[in-house]
């Protein structure tokens, strides 16, 4: 979990007694940080809905870098964390969780990030894609350039928020560059849960399994634009 000091540093809201988290979305469009990958994809403040309340959360030396802030539960509280895209000026992008913490807005995980500025991630899936009760976040890592799958499973034990590296495999993507859309996601067809992405050069579509620590894919037919990607998150 992020300390109170490196929180100050990371987002800065105004305190107040909060309820559930009932909707998020990226406000203040900015140049800032001119990386230029996602389409109109680059946000000075995340907006956080709670009955009746909103936030806005903005961060200094670093921007939101993404396409949309997701709503998942990743504690299994049954009530919505928020996982977002964080992009530091010098560090590039990594993925932050925010969630209420004694009646406060916090950032509950933080990834570490890529390591370099202009260095990006688009999340693939949220969801508990093994089976064994915890959630994992599914992303590839550098779409554009290392094209790499990872998947790092959530952990939540009294309180205290922590994250491994589980499973990667190359040869992946999900977004081309300049498109305001992450392409793909998540499907469950049987109980059994995939992650459906492109290959690495955009000619055929990946349902990829995670079973054991490790990655299983295989090829599910041509893609032959970003509908058949849609298309293919249906049973």
């Known amino acids: 979990m992020i300390g109170r000091g490196a929180l100050a540093a990371l987002l800065l809201w105004p305190a107040c007694v909060l309820a559930e988290i009932t909707g998020a979305s990226y406000d203040a469009p900015t140049d800032v940080y001119g990386h230029g990958a996602v389409q109109n994809g680059e946000?000075?403040?995340?907006?956080?809905?709670?009955?009746?309340?909103?936030?806005?959360?903005r961060l200094t030396r670093a921007v939101w870098e993404d396409t949309a802030p997701r709503l998942a539960d990743l504690d299994g509280d049954g009530s919505p964390e928020v996982v977002a895209v964080r992009s530091g000026f010098t560090s590039g992008a990594g993925i932050?969780?925010?969630?209420?913490?004694?009646?406060?807005?916090?950032?509950?995980?933080?990834?570490a990030p890529i390591g370099r500025r202009n260095r990006w991630l688009a999340i693939a899936a949220v969801a508990d894609l093994d089976g064994d009760g915890r959630v994992e976040i599914a992303y590839v890592d550098r779409p554009h350039l290392a094209k790499v799958l990872r998947v790092i499973e959530v952990s939540v034990i009294d309180g205290l928020?922590?994250?491994?590296?589980?499973?990667?495999?190359?040869?992946?993507?999900?977004?081309?560059?300049?498109?305001?859309?992450?392409?793909?996601?998540?499907r469950t067809c049987d109980g059994l849960a995939e992650v459906i992405t492109a290959n690495a050069n955009w000619t055929r579509i990946m349902a990829t399994r995670l079973s054991d620590g490790q990655l299983t894919s295989r090829d599910i037919g041509p893609y032959t634009g970003a509908d058949s990607l849609t298309d293919a998150l249906g049973c």
């Open 43 to 57: 946000y000075e403040t995340l907006v956080i809905d709670q009955a009746g309340r909103t936030s806005r959360l």
């Open 96 to 111: 932050v969780v925010i969630d209420e913490v004694a009646g406060d807005l916090a950032a509950v995980l933080e990834t």
């Open 161 to 186: 928020w922590t994250y491994r590296d589980e499973a990667a495999a190359e040869g992946f993507t999900n977004h081309q560059l300049g498109s305001p859309v992450i392409e793909g996601g998540l």
